[in-house]
C-alpha cells in the first residue's frame, strides 16, 4: 500500500470539497463538526499525503492550488461513487436488483420521461429508481460526478463524443403554445407579427436558443416580444393558463398536450436549429443492464407515441 492509499480518508475529501466551496476555514469548520484548529491540522496532513500545497490564503478567503483543485475534482467524483455505492447496496439488502439514477431535462418531463418510467417500473420492479429533472448543464455535471447514470437532454454539437456515448431518441423543432381559448387559437391564420404581440416564456436569457430566437425575430423584422426565461413545464402551464402568454416547447411534447386538449400549437415557424434529445452516458463507465433496458423503453415511447 502507498502512503497515498493508506493515510487519504473520505473524511480529507469532504473537508476538501467544504473548505473550497465556503473559502473559510471557520464556516467550514461548523459544517464539518470541527475545530478550526483541528481543521487546519488536517489539511496539513492532507497536504503532507498528497505532496504539495492544496490552498493558498487570498484577501478572498481560502482558494484552492492548482493541486487542490484536482484533488476536487477526483474528490467530487469519488464521493459520488461511494454515494451511488451505498444507495445499489441499501437497495440489494432490500432483496432489489441494484439502483438506476436518470436525469431528464425539464422541457421533457412531462413526455416521455413518465411513460418510460412506468414501463421501466412494470418490468424492473426490483430496480430502485430515482430520477433528477433540471437544467442540462447541471445535470451533465452530475452526470460526470456519478450522481447520474444516465441523462435524458438535448445532445449539443459541442459534446464530446470520446467521452460520452449518445443514443439520439428524437429530433423535433422548437414551437409556440397558447391556451385554447388564446385569441391567437381562434385565428385561420397567425404571423410571427402577430406572436410578437403578446408576452412569451422563452429559453434562459443569454443562451443559444434565446439569441437564435432574437436573430430570428429581427430577421423577420419582428420587435422582441416580452419574455420570462423558464425551463419548468409546471411554471409555464400556469402562466399559459392566464390565456396572455405563449410558451415556446419541443413540438413533440406541445403534440402531447394538445392532443389531451390542454394546449394549442400556434401554425407559426420558428425556424431554430435544435439538436436531437438523446440518451447520454459516460464512456468511462461501462452500460449496466438497467441504463441499456431504460434508453430501449425511452425509445419504444417515442417511436410508438
Same mark, same amino acid.
Given at each position: 500500500?502507498?502512503?497515498?492509499? +493508506?493515510?487519504?480518508?473520505?473524511?480529507?475529501?469532504? %473537508?476538501?470539497?467544504?473548505?473550497?466551496?465556503?473559502?473559510?476555514?471557520?464556516?467550514?469548520?461548523?459544517?464539518?463538526?470541527?475545530?478550526?484548529?483541528?481543521?487546519?491540522?488536517?489539511?496539513?496532513?492532507?497536504?503532507?499525503?498528497? !505532496?504539495?500545497?492544496?490552498?493558498?490564503?487570498?484577501?478572498?478567503?481560502?482558494?484552492?492550488?492548482?493541486?487542490?483543485?484536482?484533488?476536487?475534482?477526483?474528490?467530487?467524483?469519488?464521493?459520488?461513487?461511494?454515494?451511488?455505492?451505498?444507495?445499489?447496496?441499501?437497495?440489494?439488502?432490500?432483496?432489489?436488483? +441494484?439502483?438506476?439514477?436518470?436525469?431528464?431535462?425539464?422541457?421533457?418531463?412531462?413526455?416521455?420521461?413518465?411513460?418510460?418510467?412506468?414501463?421501466?417500473?412494470?418490468?424492473?420492479?426490483?430496480?430502485?429508481?430515482?430520477?433528477?429533472?433540471?437544467?442540462?448543464?447541471?445535470?451533465?455535471?452530475?452526470?460526470?460526478? +456519478?450522481?447520474?447514470?444516465?441523462?435524458?437532454?438535448?445532445?449539443?454539437?459541442?459534446?464530446?463524443?470520446? %467521452?460520452?456515448?449518445?443514443?439520439?431518441?428524437?429530433?423535433?423543432?422548437?414551437?409556440?403554445?397558447?391556451? %385554447?381559448?388564446?385569441?391567437?387559437?381562434?385565428?385561420?391564420?397567425?404571423?410571427?407579427?402577430?406572436?410578437?404581440?403578446?408576452?412569451?416564456?422563452?429559453?434562459?436569457? +443569454? !443562451?443559444?436558443?434565446?439569441?437564435?430566437?432574437?436573430?430570428?425575430?429581427?430577421?423577420?423584422?419582428?420587435?422582441?416580444?416580452?419574455?420570462? !426565461?423558464?425551463?419548468?413545464?409546471?411554471?409555464?402551464?400556469?402562466?399559459?393558463?392566464?390565456?396572455?402568454?405563449?410558451?415556446?416547447?419541443?413540438?413533440?411534447?406541445?403534440?402531447?398536450?394538445?392532443?389531451?386538449?390542454?394546449?394549442?400549437? %400556434?401554425?407559426?415557424?420558428?425556424?431554430?436549429?435544435?439538436?436531437?434529445?438523446?440518451?447520454?452516458?459516460?464512456?468511462?463507465?461501462?452500460?449496466?443492464?438497467?441504463?441499456?433496458?431504460?434508453?430501449?423503453?425511452?425509445?419504444?415511447?417515442?417511436?410508438?407515441?
Amino acid at each position: 500500500m502507498t502512503p497515498f492509499q +493508506g493515510k487519504l480518508r473520505i473524511r480529507h475529501l469532504e %473537508i476538501m470539497l467544504l473548505v473550497t466551496e465556503f473559502g473559510n476555514l471557520s464556516k467550514a469548520a461548523v459544517q464539518l463538526n470541527m475545530t478550526q484548529s483541528g481543521l487546519s491540522r488536517a489539511i496539513v496532513d492532507m497536504e503532507e499525503c498528497i !505532496g504539495g500545497q492544496l490552498f493558498e490564503r487570498t484577501s478572498k478567503g481560502m482558494k484552492p492550488t492548482s493541486l487542490g483543485a484536482a484533488l476536487c475534482r477526483h474528490a467530487n467524483r469519488l464521493l459520488s461513487d461511494l454515494r451511488k455505492a451505498e444507495i445499489d447496496l441499501a437497495a440489494i439488502s432490500r432483496g432489489d436488483l +441494484g439502483s438506476l439514477s436518470v436525469g431528464c431535462f425539464s422541457l421533457f418531463s412531462s413526455w416521455p420521461l413518465p411513460d418510460a418510467v412506468r414501463k421501466f417500473r412494470e418490468n424492473s420492479p426490483r430496480v430502485t429508481l430515482s430520477v433528477e429533472i433540471g437544467a442540462h448543464e447541471k445535470l451533465l455535471e452530475d452526470l460526470d460526478s +456519478g450522481a447520474l447514470d444516465i441523462l435524458i437532454s438535448r445532445s449539443p454539437p459541442g459534446l464530446n463524443r470520446e %467521452i460520452y456515448r449518445t443514443t439520439p431518441l428524437l429530433t423535433d423543432p422548437v414551437i409556440l403554445v397558447c391556451s %385554447i381559448q388564446h385569441p391567437l387559437a381562434m385565428l385561420p391564420t397567425v404571423t410571427l407579427a402577430d406572436c410578437v404581440q403578446y408576452p412569451w416564456i422563452t429559453a434562459l436569457p +443569454g !443562451g443559444r436558443v434565446q439569441l437564435e430566437l432574437e436573430n430570428k425575430l429581427r430577421e423577420h423584422g419582428c420587435e422582441l416580444p416580452a419574455s420570462v !426565461g423558464a425551463l419548468s413545464t409546471e411554471f409555464g402551464r400556469e402562466m399559459v393558463s392566464t390565456n396572455e402568454y405563449l410558451w415556446m416547447l419541443p413540438a413533440s411534447v406541445a403534440a402531447v398536450f394538445q392532443a389531451r386538449n390542454e394546449l394549442h400549437v %400556434i401554425p407559426v415557424a420558428l425556424g431554430l436549429t435544435e439538436p436531437p434529445l438523446s440518451a447520454i452516458w459516460r464512456r468511462d463507465r461501462s452500460s449496466t443492464q438497467h441504463v441499456r433496458a431504460f434508453a430501449s423503453i425511452l425509445t419504444r415511447v417515442i417511436t410508438t407515441k
